[in-house]
């Protein structure tokens, strides 16, 4: 808790938080002109409370356009925070995208962060190529107590230029600091050396980054749905491109956790489907590689090569790290930051966001006390928030931010009414993905919308004869005219859709939308 508004004497916490927000001179400082950035500073904008954003890139959302090209697992309706609304609709020109769709990171871009970020009451507070490297306190360092609450801030930015503020809001998010190879949690060895042949999660396969992936062998080493995303991807490039492999590495000696389905499924129909990349699997189009724990990675002549800690190796021309992400405090050291030891979140959020425990959907309201730090006046918000939990949800962190911008502008009856309308399932579907995903395409194979569907009931009509899921798969694809490789990978789509999809859900029907709960998914 921060010593302003600790626990045991909230009132006067109140009344002395209450005080200097009346005082407040210096902005607050926003790091991070993405999602949860802009949402801060639409928030301080209706409490009366000046502010400066600070984004390390060019533009908004320059992290989110990294993975323009990947679709999001939760609608447009809780993606749009509800004070940047009522800015875009204030000032007119702007029509808000239907509620309904599944945005990619390119169209949550350009629909809606550039527009909000052009808006007059914010353009002007937005300074970019601003990367925060340090923040500290004005006169005193971690250790020294005496007038420590009093002292603004001091934010370093990589120019050597110094930035005073009133309060720290980061929302600077995980994107950059994506998780190590190494299975200890440790860089492997010769890892950073090797950078240059490693990409970290998301790759753009099909786009910008083809060139690189077409008619080569790519490593995929991760279980998520960050990992399965990729999978399915460069199998839609293999199909295209001649020559081009996809080994799938995995720590786990079991890929069920990864892709579900199976044996155990209720429905025996959509068990024997199971998962799109467990079909690539079976198909032979993708290479697993279960228990591969990486220990060291070499730059070769030829490309990359991993070993694992049982002495295993696998080479190929590019490593693609799906392996999740985690929060750079390191710019926060001279703060004083009580963080839990496993998620590296604050330890009141810690038990609310357990991954083992919860999913996207299923995370309670929290605000300003679940993010408060011994530091008075810091906090971290959206995805840094949540350390290493992977379970983030945009309307999570837009809710953050309310609760804390009202509780600096001294209103802490509105910060601590923290409120989240979510249901349980349908927030972050990876069922829903996978259907866009998948309607995307079709499109690119010039394929009606209804194709997939009726590939999938094909299939299992012809499961109970065909004997395997890719016989039937190739039984259905003759049935309806369409390339095999093609319905495989529409196939393979369409098992990650049913492989995400709760309990009464057959492939082809409309599916009850699940939660995303494995690392490194698209939870928006």
């Not at 399965?228 to 199998?235: K, Q």
């Not at 590019?318 to 009580?338: M, W």
């Not at 927030?427 to 999938?456: F, H, K, N, Q, W």
Request: net charge negative; charged share 20%.
């Amino acid at each position: 808790m921060s010593q302003d508004t600790s626990a045991p004497d909230p009132c006067c916490g109140s009344a002395r938080a209450a005080e200097r927000a009346g005082e407040r001179k210096l902005p607050v400082a926003v790091i991070g002109a993405g999602p949860v950035g802009l949402a801060a500073a639409a928030h301080l904008q209706e409490q009366g409370l000046p502010f400066t954003v600070l984004e390390a890139g060019p533009t908004a959302g320059a992290a989110v356009a990294a993975w323009g090209h990947v679709r999001l697992f939760s609608p447009w309706r809780y993606n749009i925070d509800q004070a940047a609304r009522r800015l875009l609709d204030t000032a007119g020109g702007w029509t808000g995208p239907d509620p309904d769709v599944l945005p990619t990171g390119a169209e949550l871009v350009d629909a809606y962060l550039q527009p909000l970020a052009m808006l007059p009451h914010l353009s002007g507070a937005i300074r970019y190529d601003a990367r925060v490297v340090a923040i500290g306190r004005v006169g005193v360092d971690r250790v020294r107590t005496s007038g420590r609450d009093r002292a603004p801030f001091v934010l370093r930015l990589h120019t050597g230029e110094d930035i005073l503020a009133s309060a720290v809001i980061d929302a600077s998010g995980t994107w950059h600091t994506p998780n190590v190879l190494g299975a200890n949690g440790l860089p492997a060895h010769g890892e950073r050396a090797a950078a240059a042949r490693i990409a970290s999660a998301l790759p753009d396969v099909l786009g910008v980054g083809r060139d690189g992936y077409a008619g080569r062998h790519t490593l995929v080493v991760g279980a998520g749905h960050s990992a399965a995303t990729t999978l399915l991807a460069l199998a839609e490039l293999a199909g295209q491109e001649p020559g081009t492999r996809i080994t799938w590495a995995t720590r786990g000696g079991s890929i069920d956790r990864a892709v579900g389905g199976g044996d155990a499924d209720a429905l025996p129909g959509r068990g024997a489907l199971g998962s799109g990349v467990r079909l690539l699997v079976d198909a032979g189009r993708v290479t697993l590689v279960t228990g591969f724990a990486v220990h060291a990675v070499r730059a070769t002549p030829a490309g990359v090569e991993l070993t694992a800690t049982d002495g295993r190796t696998l080479a190929g021309d590019r490593v693609v790290s799906a392996t999740g992400f985690r929060p750079d405090h390191s710019i926060a050291d001279e703060l004083r930051l009580d963080l839990d030891p496993a998620l590296g979140c604050t330890r009141a959020l810690a038990p609310l966001i357990d991954p083992n425990e919860h999913s996207c959907g299923t995370v309670r309201p929290h605000g300003v006390d679940e993010l408060a730090q011994p530091e008075p006046d810091y906090y971290a918000v959206g995805m840094k928030s949540y350390g290493r939990a992977p379970t983030f949800l945009l309307a999570t962190g837009y809710e953050q931010v309310r609760s804390v911008a009202a509780a600096l502008a001294g209103d802490w009856t509105a910060a601590r009414d923290v409120r989240l309308d979510l249901p349980e399932t349908g927030v972050c579907s990876a069922t829903r993905g996978y259907r866009a995903m998948l309607d995307d395409a079709a499109a690119r194979y010039g394929l009606a919308p209804e194709i997939p569907a009726r590939l999938v009931s094909a299939g299992l009509r012809h499961l109970t004869t065909a004997g395997t899921v890719e016989a039937a798969t190739r039984a259905a694809a003759a049935e309806l005219g369409i390339d095999a490789d093609v319905a495989l990978h529409l196939a393979a789509l369409a098992g990650n859709q049913s492989a995400g999809a709760g309990p009464s859900t057959l492939p082809g029907t409309e599916p009850n939308l699940a939660t995303v709960t494995s690392g490194g998914g698209c939870c928006g």
